[in-house]
T-cell receptor
Framework: AQSVTQPDIHITVSEGASLELRCNYS??????LFWYVQSPGQGLQLLLK??????LVQGIKGFEAEFKRSQSSFNLRKPSVHWSDAAEYFC?????????FGAGTRLTVKP | DTAVSQTPKYLVTQMGNDKSIKCEQN?????MYWYKQDSKKFLKIMFS???????INETVPNRFSPKSPDKAHLNLHINSLELGDSAVYFC????????????FGSGTRLTVV
């Protein structure tokens, strides 16, 4: 069965600093991978997705993620974080109408 | 125009009551889902429906019963509510197998007292 691990429960970065959120997955075949963001009191918004092709994918709000099959990873990056990026971030793996989420990483942005 | 809408947004009720949460999507998607998010933010799939047919039914107490009157609606009925049912419930939809991702509603915060 597929599963997702986000090793970092909480990360704090300064505004303007770079960001990397880690995600490792377990899946029997080529995975479909996703990153979602959840702002307080809101639903989840899709940031980006990977299912084939170029292993570096660009998303909304200046985020990107890189799929590394050899490491079973799909880490999310942003070169310069803005205060509005403070939120909960979820990595997910899925296919065939069955998407499983990681436990989430809470991002705090310091002024 | 909201893509996936859930009602109500907040629901406070007493133990033992029966309640329903409604979900509607106007995206033309053919698959809909219910997820439960606990107090630690962990998201767990409960059910998924494709064209009104149940395709995923995770280990959920049978007090929870989804109903899909048409492919644009997926309601969640909960009988005999318990304290442990307190959580945020999210409805989502997708087209096909979900390879392009899901669209989520804004959630229903259920509090059982």
């Amino acid at each position: 069965a597929q599963s997702v691990t986000q090793p970092d429960i909480h990360i704090t970065v300064s505004e303007g600093a770079s960001l990397e959120l880690r995600c490792n997955y377990s899946y029997g075949a080529t995975p479909y991978l996703f990153w979602y963001v959840q702002s307080p009191g809101q639903g989840l918004q899709l940031l980006l997705k990977y299912f084939s092709g170029d292993t570096l994918v660009q998303g909304i709000k200046g985020f990107e993620a890189e799929f590394k099959r050899s490491q079973s990873s799909f880490n999310l990056r942003k070169p310069s974080v803005h205060w509005s990026d403070a939120a909960e971030y979820f990595c997910a793996v899925g296919n065939n109408n069955d998407m499983r989420f990681g436990a989430g990483t809470r991002l705090t942005v310091k002024p | 125009d909201t893509a996936v809408s859930q009602t109500p947004k907040y629901l406070v009720t007493q133990m033992g009551n029966d309640k329903s949460i409604k979900c509607e999507q106007n995206l033309g998607h053919d698959t809909m889902y219910w997820y439960k998010q606990d107090s630690k933010k962990f998201l767990k799939i409960m059910f998924s429906y494709n064209n009104k047919e149940l395709i995923i039914n995770e280990t959920v107490p049978n007090r929870f019963s989804p109903k899909s009157p048409d492919k644009a609606h997926l309601n969640l009925h909960i009988n005999s509510l318990e304290l442990g049912d307190s959580a945020v419930y999210f409805c989502a939809s997708s087209q096909g197998t979900g390879v392009y991702g899901y669209t989520f509603g804004s959630g229903t915060r259920l509090t059982v007292v």
